[in-house]
């Protein structure tokens, strides 16, 4: 009901410009561009437009289980679903309406990033101009690092090691996919302790030398101009 009325008020502004328009005896030129005005009236009913953006968020995030889905492992096979009350990803079991309230700190990590990376393509492909064009990751290897260099080989998927290295090639391939696909530019930076060796390979990601001794995101030198001003 609220979207007709929307479109109503519209369009009744417009009759109401028309009736002081006359009341001044305007040109048919002035007429002929209210009319033209009337006829562009239109209101986007709500419900629907945010039913496709949620479905949109649901097959974004698809995509990127798909690239995760060694990490995931159990639940590599479910599916991602947008709870919009609550503003999360959650995952659904295949051909149920299940939503499993998933434990462990890896899998919560992972939905994590899918949850961020699926809301900005999403926010890109809308052209919003609300949401800027960069994320801020903070250790993503948090849940995971302190496993032992020698990693048996038959585990190897499995380990804690690959399943960091499945974040990072996510996190690559995005900025890739967003250069490519939508022809715009994206930027993450990430802090991270791992050691650089699990960057090899990654050509969208740029180490910095190590935020140590003075040397910042935010170098000293700035904030002592800063000062000095």
Do not use: C
Not at 64 to 80: R, V
């Amino acid at each position: 009901m609220w979207v007709f009325l929307g479109e109503a008020r519209g369009k009744l502004s417009i009759y109401a410009r028309m009736d002081e328009k006359r009341a001044g005896k305007p040109e048919v030129a002035d007429l002929t561009g209210l009319i033209a005005e009337y006829d562009a009236v239109q209101v986007k009913d709500v419900e629907a437009e945010r039913a496709a953006t949620i479905s949109l968020i649901d097959e974004v995030a698809a995509s990127l289980m798909i690239q995760a889905k060694d990490a995931l492992e159990n639940y590599a096979t479910w599916y991602a679903s947008f709870n919009y009350s609550e503003k999360k990803i959650q995952l659904r079991k295949p051909k149920s309406t299940l939503i499993e309230n998933i434990g462990s700190s890896s899998n919560h990590m992972f939905l994590h990033l899918i949850h961020f990376l699926s809301l900005h393509e999403v926010a890109l492909n809308k052209n919003s101009k609300f949401v800027p064009s960069f994320l801020i990751v903070d250790q993503p290897s948090r849940p995971y690092w302190g496993e032992e260099e020698e990693v048996d080989p038959e585990n190897l998927i499995h380990s804690d090691r690959a399943k960091i290295r499945t974040a990072f090639e996510m996190l690559n391939t995005f900025i890739e996919y967003i250069n490519r696909e939508y022809r715009k530019q994206f930027q993450m930076i990430m802090f991270e302790h791992v050691p650089t060796s699990m960057f090899e390979g990654l050509g969208n990601i740029h180490l910095l030398p190590t935020f140590r001794d003075g040397n910042a995101l935010i170098p000293a030198s700035w904030r002592q101009k800063e000062i000095d001003l």
